[in-house]
């Protein structure tokens, strides 16, 4: 069963349960989650779709790095 990652998670709740999602996210641009201080402070409340908008990344971008990795990434409804 692949690891799931639901978009409405924050990256602080990622990162916590799936520490190896670490060098996916520094490799895609979202670097903010190798430094603990920012991780547990804007971590606890940001999250992919937010990340993503204010780095200028697509999230699409994002979902495919993810999906490569073996993640599956759920959208919220």
């Known amino acids: 069963m ?3 990652i639901k978009l409405s998670q924050t990256v ?4 916590t349960a ?4 670490v060098p996916v996210l ?3 641009g979202l670097d903010g989650v190798t430094n603990p201080a920012l991780l547990n402070t804007a971590g606890r409340f940001m ?6 908008k204010m780095k200028q990344i ?3 971008t994002i979902i495919a790095s993810l999906e490569a ?5 759920l959208a919220d409804v």
Do not use: M, S
Not at 47 to 52: E, F, H, Q
Not at 69 to 73: A, I, L
């Open 2 to 4: 692949a690891k799931q």
């Open 12 to 15: 602080y709740e990622l990162v």
């Open 18 to 21: 799936y520490p190896e999602v």
């Open 26 to 28: 520094v490799e895609i």
């Open 47 to 52: 999250t992919l779709p937010k990340g993503a």
């Open 58 to 60: 697509p999230l699409t």
């Open 69 to 73: 990795q073996g993640f599956e990434v």
